[in-house]
């Protein structure tokens, strides 16, 4: 049987070169920046025309300049595995209130695009905005708006009014906590990975990171903890806590060995390093949703309880604490 187009059509994907890519050859650029793919893998690529450059066709070694647009039709790209089974907990004419599970991506990146959480609403309900964003490995409550002019309401300051996580980390976190500082680039060779610090950094880039945490319930070295985000940044809760010396338990990049998340991208984690990880994925939750709904003015607020194995890890944590 001949197989139905996708209704949301083809994927392409465009990537704008940067400062940190300007200079660079374009296989090179490609093998460090979409890994799931070699450089020779790459040059495959590059010589069957699916990739131009300034919507031209260019050789593997062409030099790349600031500014440069790289554009790649990848057909029908084979896809990791993902959990699919999303579920939507309110629905109306202007807006969707999701609660993803825990091995989803979001938005099209890497090898993920149909197998994202993106085109699945797409293809249910056509045009969708996400409001507020959450790691492929991080479950719980997501708001998407169903047109543009939903999401510049739902985006103007104040709409959203609380966004509240639950994390299982590493260690007897304190009573309370509020961390209000600012987040950096880590350095190293994760260019994504990111360092908190109370201090404001003397040199950019950095932006500002406040989280209010309190502990929830504490056994057997890890603690639940609650976070309320004051900003919205990138990576703010995990690469917070894991400044504070309480990592996320489950987190390759932010947890006790970044090397875990190598080992991951090549599907190279051992029996130990799972076992060290505790969880399959972080366990980072996002447990409460309030926003003003733009069409009736009304606030409206959601909860979602932790997954079953998250709620299950926190029982034998208070059982492990009440025989201690």
Same mark, same amino acid.
């Given at each position: 049987?001949?197989?139905?187009?996708?209704?949301?059509?083809?994927?392409?994907? =465009?990537?704008?070169?940067?400062?940190?890519?300007?200079?660079?050859? !374009?296989?090179?650029?490609? /093998?460090?920046?979409?890994?799931?793919?070699?450089?020779?893998?790459?040059?495959?690529?590059?010589?069957?025309?699916?990739?131009?450059?300034?919507?031209?066709?260019?050789?593997?070694?062409?030099?790349?300049?600031?500014?440069?647009?790289?554009?790649?039709?990848?057909?029908?790209?084979?896809?990791?595995?993902?959990?699919?089974?999303?579920?939507?907990?309110?629905?109306?004419?202007?807006?969707?209130?999701?609660?993803?599970?825990?091995?989803?991506?979001?938005?099209?990146?890497?090898?993920?695009?149909?197998?994202?959480?993106?085109?699945?609403?797409?293809?249910?309900?056509?045009?969708?905005?996400?409001?507020?964003?959450?790691?492929?490995?991080?479950?719980?409550?997501?708001?998407?708006?169903?047109? /543009? %002019?939903?999401?510049?309401?739902?985006?103007?300051?104040?709409?959203?009014? %609380?966004?509240?996580?639950?994390?299982?980390?590493?260690?007897?976190?304190?009573?309370?906590?509020? /961390?209000?500082?600012?987040?950096?680039?880590?350095?190293?060779?994760?260019?994504?990975?990111?360092?908190?610090?109370?201090?404001?950094?003397?040199?950019?880039?950095?932006?500002?990171?406040?989280?209010?945490?309190?502990?929830?319930?504490?056994?057997?070295?890890?603690?639940?903890?609650?976070?309320?985000?004051?900003?919205? =940044?990138?990576?703010?809760?995990?690469?917070?806590?894991?400044?504070?010396?309480?990592?996320?338990?489950?987190?390759?990049?932010?947890?006790? &060995?970044?090397?875990?998340?190598?080992?991951?991208?090549? &599907?190279?984690?051992?029996? %130990?390093?799972?076992?060290?990880?505790?969880?399959?994925?972080?366990?980072?939750?996002?447990?409460?949703?309030?926003?003003?709904?733009?069409?009736?003015?009304?606030?409206?607020?959601?909860?979602?309880?932790?997954?079953?194995? !998250? /709620?299950?890890?926190?029982?034998?944590?208070?059982?492990?604490?009440?025989?201690?």
């Amino acid at each position: 049987m001949k197989a139905l187009p996708d209704p949301v059509g083809p994927r392409i994907i =465009r990537t704008a070169v940067d400062w940190s890519g300007a200079g660079t050859v !374009l296989a090179d650029y490609l /093998a460090g920046r979409f890994t799931y793919r070699s450089r020779a893998e790459w040059c495959e690529r590059i010589e069957t025309g699916e990739i131009t450059v300034n919507d031209r066709p260019a050789p593997p070694e062409v030099i790349l300049n600031l500014h440069d647009v790289i554009e790649y039709r990848p057909g029908d790209l084979p896809e990791p595995s993902a959990e699919l089974d999303y579920r939507v907990v309110f629905e109306s004419p202007e807006l969707l209130v999701i609660d993803k599970p825990g091995n989803l991506c979001v938005h099209p990146a890497g090898p993920f695009f149909r197998h994202t959480l993106w085109h699945l609403l797409r293809v249910r309900y056509g045009e969708v905005h996400f409001i507020n964003r959450l790691d492929r490995e991080t479950s719980g409550l997501l708001l998407a708006a169903r047109s /543009a %002019a939903a999401a510049k309401l739902l985006s103007r300051g104040g709409q959203v009014r %609380a966004k509240i996580y639950q994390a299982i980390v590493h260690g007897d976190f304190p009573e309370a906590l509020d /961390a209000e500082g600012f987040l950096r680039p880590a350095g190293g060779i994760i260019r994504k990975k990111r360092c908190f610090t109370f201090k404001m950094p003397e040199n950019p880039p950095f932006e500002s990171a406040v989280t209010k945490f309190v502990r929830l319930r504490r056994g057997g070295g890890f603690s639940l903890v609650r976070a309320e985000l004051g900003t919205g =940044r990138m990576h703010q809760i995990r690469a917070t806590l894991a400044a504070l010396g309480y990592p996320v338990a489950g987190d390759k990049l932010y947890g006790p &060995d970044e090397r875990f998340y190598l080992k991951q991208r090549g &599907d190279e984690l051992t029996a %130990a390093d799972r076992e060290r990880l505790i969880f399959s994925r972080q366990a980072l939750h996002s447990a409460e949703l309030e926003f003003r709904d733009p069409a009736s003015g009304e606030v409206r607020r959601f909860r979602s309880p932790l997954p079953a194995e !998250l /709620a299950d890890f926190v029982n034998r944590m208070e059982r492990t604490c009440a025989h201690g």
